[in-house]
C-alpha cells in the first residue's frame, strides 16, 4: 500500500476495510462464557477468538469504580479485535512451526517446517511459542479490562469461516486469518534503516522482497505437498519470517499512535505496557528475516534476494542492523532522533485494517467481516481526549 503518503495509510504501513456496511454488534454467548475458565479448552477447541469476556472482570482496578470514556472504550474495542485476528494468525503458525507445549496447545508441530523455519534462526520455534502465547495474553487482558470498567468485550467468533491448513500439525478448525494467501510488504526494512526519510512526512521505501507484492504466497505449508520441493517449502518459511516482522511493526506503531487519543491514565498505562512489547516482537522478527537464505521457489518464482547485496547492503542496510536508525521526527528544523515511525494518529486503525487487508490475512472473509472491523476501526479514530466519566 502506498501507506506513507497519507495519514491512514501511513499507518497500513504497520489493517482498509470495506466501507458501506452496517456493523452488527457482538457480544459474548451464553456458551462462550462457560468456557473462559479453561485456557486449553479455549486453544483447542475453538481457537484464539472464542475466549473473551470475563476472564478478569472481578479483579479490582484502581479506576475501576469509573467507567470508560467512549472513546478510550472503543480503542481498547479496537484493540481487543486486533489482538484477537493477531492470536489467529500466530496459531496458525505455532501449530505447525512452534515449540508444543501446554502454555500454547492446539497443534501437533511439523518437523519439515520447523526445520525450514530454523534455517533462520535455530530459536524460531521458541520465539514463534512465545510470541504466540503474548498475543494471547493481550487480547484476553483487554476484554477482561474493558468489562473491569464497564465497557464491552469484543468476539470475532461469529467470523470463524477460514479453512485450516491440512497440513500434518495443523488442527482442523475454522481460522479468522487466511496464511496461505498472503502478499507481504517488507517496506519497513528500508523504512527503519533511512536516516532521512519518515512515513509521517509522506516519505515511502521500498519493499526488501519486491516479490513479496506481486502474488499470493502461503506462508504455512497449505498441505503436506508443498513439504517438497525443498527450495519451495524454504520460500514459504522465508515468506513466513518477513511477515512475522511486517505483522509485528504494524503493532509497534498502532499503540503509540492510539495512545495519543486517550483520556484515562490508566487506559494510558495499559496501551504504553503493551506497545513496547510489540517492538520487541519485531525486533526480533527483523533480525530473523536478515537470516532468510537467497532462494528462487521453483514452483512460482517468488524470489528472495541476497540483503547484503546490491541494491540494499552496504553501511546502511547490512541485515545485522536492527535497531532504528535516527532519521527527522516532527520537524526537519529538529535534529535527527531514533524513534518508532509512523506514529501518526490521524487515521492510525483505519490504517491498521487497510494494511492486514492488503496483506491478504482477511482473504475469503465475509462482508460483515469487513463492515464491523471498519466500524471498530472508525470508532477509534473518532476518539478524543476527554475527562473520564466519575
Known amino acids: 500500500m502506498s501507506s506513507e503518503t497519507s495519514s491512514s495509510s501511513r499507518s497500513s504501513e504497520t489493517l482498509s476495510g470495506r466501507e458501506g456496511h452496517e456493523a452488527q454488534p457482538i457480544s459474548e454467548t451464553a456458551a462462550s462464557r462457560r468456557h473462559l475458565s479453561s485456557r486449553r479448552s479455549f486453544l483447542v477447541g475453538a481457537g484464539a477468538g472464542a475466549l473473551g469476556a470475563g476472564l478478569l472482570a472481578n479483579v479490582p482496578l484502581a479506576s475501576a469504580h469509573q467507567r470508560l470514556t467512549e472513546g478510550d472504550e472503543a480503542i481498547l474495542r479496537f484493540l481487543s479485535a486486533a489482538e484477537i485476528l493477531e492470536t489467529d494468525f500466530w496459531q496458525q503458525y505455532n501449530e505447525l ?34 510470541n504466540t502465547e503474548d498475543e494471547f495474553t493481550h487480547f484476553t487482558f483487554i476484554n477482561a479490562y474493558l468489562e473491569a470498567r464497564g465497557g464491552r468485550a469484543v468476539s470475532l467468533e461469529r467470523f470463524r469461516k477460514l479453512p485450516s491448513s491440512t497440513a500434518t500439525g495443523a488442527q482442523q478448525i475454522k481460522r479468522l486469518t487466511n496464511l496461505m494467501e498472503l502478499t507481504v510488504h517488507t517496506s519497513w526494512w528500508t523504512r527503519y534503516r533511512s536516516r532521512t526519510k519518515n512515513p509521517d512526512f509522506g516519505d515511502t521505501f521500498p519493499p526488501a522482497v519486491p516479490g513479496l507484492l506481486k502474488g499470493k504466497f502461503p506462508a504455512i505449508p497449505r498441505s503436506d505437498a508443498d513439504l517438497t520441493p525443498a527450495d519451495h ?26 495512545a495519543q487519543r486517550v483520556s484515562d491514565r490508566e487506559v494510558l498505562r495499559v496501551l504504553l505496557s503493551i506497545g513496547p512489547t510489540e517492538t520487541m516482537h519485531f525486533q526480533t522478527w527483523m533480525d530473523k528475516a536478515g537470516n532468510a537464505p537467497p532462494v528462487t521457489d521453483p514452483t512460482n518464482g517468488l524470489v528472495f534476494p541476497d540483503l547484503n547485496s546490491p541494491p540494499f547492503g552496504g553501511e546502511d542496510f547490512q541485515t545485522n542492523l536492527i535497531m532504528p536508525e535516527p532519521t527527522i521526527f516532527l520537524d526537519r528544523k529538529f535534529p535527527v532522533c531514533s524513534i518508532i515511525r509512523p506514529t501518526e494518529t490521524e487515521g492510525a486503525a483505519m490504517g491498521a485494517v487497510k494494511f492486514l487487508t492488503d496483506d491478504g490475512l482477511f482473504r475469503g472473509q465475509s462482508p460483515a467481516f469487513f463492515a464491523f472491523m471498519t466500524d471498530l476501526a472508525r470508532e477509534a479514530d473518532a476518539a478524543r481526549p476527554e475527562r473520564s466519566h466519575q
Request: hydrophobic content about 40%; aromatic content about 8%; charged content about 10%.
Open 97 to 130: 512451526g512452534g515449540v508444543q507445549d501446554s502454555e500454547v496447545p492446539g497443534g501437533s508441530g511439523n518437523s519439515a517446517y520447523t526445520a525450514a523455519l530454523a534455517v533462520l534462526d535455530s530459536d524460531m520455534a521458541q520465539y514463534i511459542h512465545d
Open 233 to 258: 517449502l524454504q520460500a514459504i518459511a522465508n515468506t513466513a519470517g518477513f511477515h512475522f516482522a511486517t505483522i509485528e511493526q504494524g503493532g509497534t506503531s498502532l499503540y503509540p499512535s492510539l
